[in-house]
């Protein structure tokens, strides 16, 4: 069965600084990854999507990695806002399928 | 603002009652997905529609119905809800439904209360 994990489930940080968010899948065929936010009470909202042949991708001050051959692929927050807060949730398609795997996403919690 | 408009924003709504979700897109989308978000869980994909006059099951597709009978709407039918089914429902679009080039674009959801 295909998963995505998705690490740490949780994560405070003061304002300013950087932060790392982990994710890690066993979907095969890949075909591509996204990176939304969710703002609380809100829908995702895409961040970045990524293909086998990309290693990195950038939006702003969020910057997401890929290695498909370890399976893995991070998304790294730049000189965090406020307005960062949300749940950072991780996307995995298989190729072929119209059901993408979503992981279960981590809780950012930017503080003054 | 093109997107996607969901009806109503909350409900409760009494065990054993029928109720319909809507969604409505303006993007000329071919793609539309029904999902429900639990706490703790990732969204699951309850039915999805690739383009206008098909329908498919997603993960936990029992207890609900859809339809598309146009590119815009894709209703969301609970025929005789149950408890299990209180939960938050974000309707989704996308260019195409096999790998989409620009992801999904979600709706703002919709919070049942089944009770």
Not at chain 1, 32 to 47: A, E, H, I
Not at chain 2, 15 to 22: I, K, N
Request: charged letters at 15%; glycine letters at 8%; proline letters at 4%.
């Amino acid at each position: 069965k295909n998963q995505v994990e998705q690490s740490p489930q949780s994560l405070i940080i003061l304002e300013g600084k950087n932060c790392t968010l982990q994710c890690n899948y066993t979907v095969s065929p890949f075909s591509n990854l996204r990176w939304y936010k969710q703002d609380t009470g809100r829908g995702p909202v895409s961040l970045t999507i990524m293909t086998f042949s990309e290693n990195t991708k950038s939006n702003g001050r969020y910057t997401a990695t890929l290695d498909a051959d370890t399976k893995q692929s991070s998304l790294h927050i730049t000189a965090s806002q406020l307005s960062d807060s949300a749940s950072y949730i991780c996307v995995v398609s298989e190729g072929g399928s119209y059901i993408p795997t979503f992981g279960r996403g981590t809780s950012l919690i930017v503080h003054p | 603002t093109a997107g996607i408009t969901q009806a109503p924003t909350s409900q409760i709504l009494a065990a054993g009652r029928s109720m319909t979700l809507r969604c409505t897109q303006d993007m000329r989308h071919n793609a539309m997905y029904w999902y429900r978000q639990d706490l703790g869980l990732g969204l699951r994909l309850i039915h999805y529609s690739n383009t206008a006059g098909t329908t498919g099951k997603g993960e936990v597709p029992d207890g609900y119905s859809v339809s598309r009978a146009n590119t815009d709407d894709f209703p969301l039918t609970l025929a005789s809800a149950v408890p299990s089914q209180t939960s938050v429902y974000f309707c989704a679009s996308s260019d195409s439904g096999q790998e989409p080039t620009e992801g999904y674009t979600f709706g703002s959801g919709t919070r049942l209360t089944v009770v």
